[in-house]
């Protein structure tokens, strides 16, 4: 009997805790101002951040024949909108095709420690997640070549989006 209540106590914090994980993801979109919360609405976009402590982010909104790129760190607030007018494939691949492969793909396991975490989710039109990678670098699979090429310049693209303009300009742009 003694051993029953730490058991317990166990289990307990294990459901709250995965819980709370499961909430995370969602997190992210409650602390949207109503600007972006209004771009997004009924949407599938991407969304991206990379840092420690504090972190950049970007997110994609397909519209018409256009892209609305956002992008912003979490230490001020700051916000930046930009539009794309153009096709950007790597875009495309991630909003209409990288859904349909990812559901075959298993993330290759990263042993090397890394102190920045890297994110970029997929969300659907319900604000539900449909892909989530989260400091994974390789996928195992039926053409996990091409998958992983892909989605590498997909989260290079994100990322050359979030950094603030006088690190981007220093940087190669993205196919």
Not at 25 to 50: A, P
Not at 143 to 151: I, Q
Request: with cysteine; glycine share 4%.
């Amino acid at each position: 009997m003694k051993y029953l209540a730490p058991l317990l106590f166990l289990i307990v914090s294990f459901i709250v805790y995965s819980s709370q994980l499961n909430n995370q993801h969602f997190d992210v979109i409650s602390g949207f101002n109503d600007s972006i919360t209004n771009i997004i609405e009924e949407k599938e976009f991407l969304y991206y951040t990379k840092g420690h402590h504090g972190h950049i982010w970007s997110l994609v909104v397909s519209e018409k024949d256009r892209y609305i790129l956002i992008s912003g760190n979490s230490r001020n607030n700051d916000c930046r909108f930009d539009t794309i007018s153009i096709n950007k494939s790597v875009l495309k691949w991630g909003l209409d095709t990288m859904a349909l492969y990812c559901n075959k793909m298993k993330p290759v396991e990263n042993f090397a420690y890394w102190p920045f975490h890297e994110r970029l989710v997929l969300f659907s039109s319900k604000k539900e997640i449909i892909f989530d990678c989260m400091d994974t670098a390789t996928y195992s699979g039926t053409d996990s070549v091409n998958f992983n090429n892909k989605l590498n310049n997909l989260k290079y693209f994100m990322y050359w989006i979030a950094v603030p303009i006088e690190i981007q300009e220093k940087l190669p742009t993205p196919l």
